[in-house]
């Protein structure tokens, strides 16, 4: 995985609540096993028609916007546990998303996959999606290492919690694996001492 310290970026807005994990990939395409072109299915019957061309009004066909960081309405990802929807977001190039609210179970699979689920204020949120809409070419500045997400065309500023675990494993680019493989003389020096 990719280090994540910090990132300024134009957005793409989405000012839609309650998005489900059916919205952001579609079931019919949960076959697969491996992570690869889920971003180019990444809000499929939003994106598409039913002949598979592009709906012109739908935000990510829109080249007026861009960038890294996906704002998005309260109550993102709810519904089904599918990591499809996480390996979708990270597949399509985001690497955080921005809500006043995240289901649980898909905020943690955000996280296990590189992307930051930044969690702000409906004030905050209601702020950003009026300083894109104003500026296409707004940007924001994530700090995780602060833990603070700002706006730069307002200069406003938030900070957001994180488990220390996970902000630990974002910072140095680690997934679970890769965070045991890390600590292996540890686990072996352990197990000595314990017998085991």
Not at 56 to 83: C, D, H, M, Q, W
Request: net charge negative; with cysteine; proline share 4%.
């Amino acid at each position: 995985m990719e280090k994540f310290i910090t990132l300024t970026s134009t957005a793409v807005p989405l000012p839609v609540e309650n998005v489900d994990t059916d919205q952001i990939i579609p079931a019919r395409f949960l076959k697969a096993t491996s992570k690869e072109g889920f971003g180019d299915n990444l809000f499929r019957d939003w994106r598409y028609d039913k002949d598979g061309r592009p709906v012109e009004s739908f935000v990510l066909n829109n080249p007026t916007y861009g960038g890294k960081i996906l704002v998005a309405g309260k109550n993102f990802g709810s519904g089904s546990s599918r990591e499809h929807a996480a390996w979708a977001i990270a597949g399509y190039g985001f690497r955080v998303v921005v809500s006043s609210f995240f289901a649980d179970i898909h905020k943690n699979n955000e996280l296990n996959n590189g992307v930051l689920p930044v969690v702000v204020s409906e004030r905050f949120l209601a702020e950003l999606f009026a300083s894109i809409d104003k500026d296409p070419k707004t940007e924001i500045k994530v700090d995780l290492a602060a833990q603070t997400i700002t706006n730069l065309a307002t200069g406003e500023s938030e900070t957001f919690e994180i488990n220390a675990y996970k902000k630990h494993c974002l910072m140095n680019g680690l997934d679970d694996i890769d965070f045991l493989i890390s600590n292996k003389d540890k686990i072996i020096e352990y197990e000595k001492i314990n017998g085991n």
